[in-house]
């Protein structure tokens, strides 16, 4: 589910003029990404009243650092919101259960019989091409060294198939998704 996104009504005149847009559902501290499909711009919104966004630098370090963007944008420019999806498992009626939530709505099952779900983030260490090795978010200390992300699913066969008339049968499925703006830049 992706929300449509709202369009500029003027162009920027410079990099740190407010965004000014034909309606507005942003809300101040949400954060939006500006693109023309050449360039883009992501920045939490510090003010949204009169149909204009503002960008105001926030002195913490998960806002914006700087009242300007990269570029001033024309007009007809699209800007999303940034959402939060959250990826969990539970048990629903005694199955495994992968649920996900979107922003913050009540959580909806997906897919039955995910008996696990992971993330690995790709880090590299030595500035040579791919990754070392794979860790949990929580244990990078810097972002910018994620080339990659190793995602891994255990599933497992409904109650109506079993292995030995005992136990379903299992299989795990990886892959690893490379980020292609790090991998370039090397």
């Known amino acids: 589910m992706t929300e449509p996104p ?12 407010p965004i000014e847009v034909r309606r507005s559902d942003f809300q101040r501290n949400q954060t939006a990404i500006i693109t023309n499909c050449v360039n883009s711009d992501i920045f939490t919104i510090t003010d949204a009243s009169d149909n204009q966004l503002h960008h105001e630098q ?8 700087s009242a300007h963007l990269l570029h001033a944008y024309p007009m007809h420019t699209r800007i999303y919101r940034v959402v939060q999806i959250t990826y969990e498992l539970r048990l629903s009626n005694g199955i495994p259960t992968l649920y996900r939530r979107y922003d913050t709505a009540r959580a909806q099952a997906l897919l039955e019989n995910i008996e696990q779900l992971q993330f690995l ?11 070392e090795r794979y860790l949990p978010i929580d244990q990078i200390t810097d972002p910018t060294r994620i080339h990659s992300i190793q995602v891994t699913v255990t ?3 409904n109650s109506r198939i079993l292995h030995n008339n005992t136990e379903p049968y299992r299989q795990t499925f990886s892959a690893v998704i490379p980020i292609f703006n790090r991998l370039q830049n090397e």
């Open 6 to 17: 709202e369009l500029t009504d003027q162009r920027m005149l410079y990099t740190n003029s």
């Open 58 to 65: 926030i002195q913490n370090a998960s806002s914006n650092i």
């Open 121 to 131: 983030y790709g880090e590299n260490t030595n500035n040579t091409p791919g990754p």
């Open 155 to 157: 599933t497992r066969s």
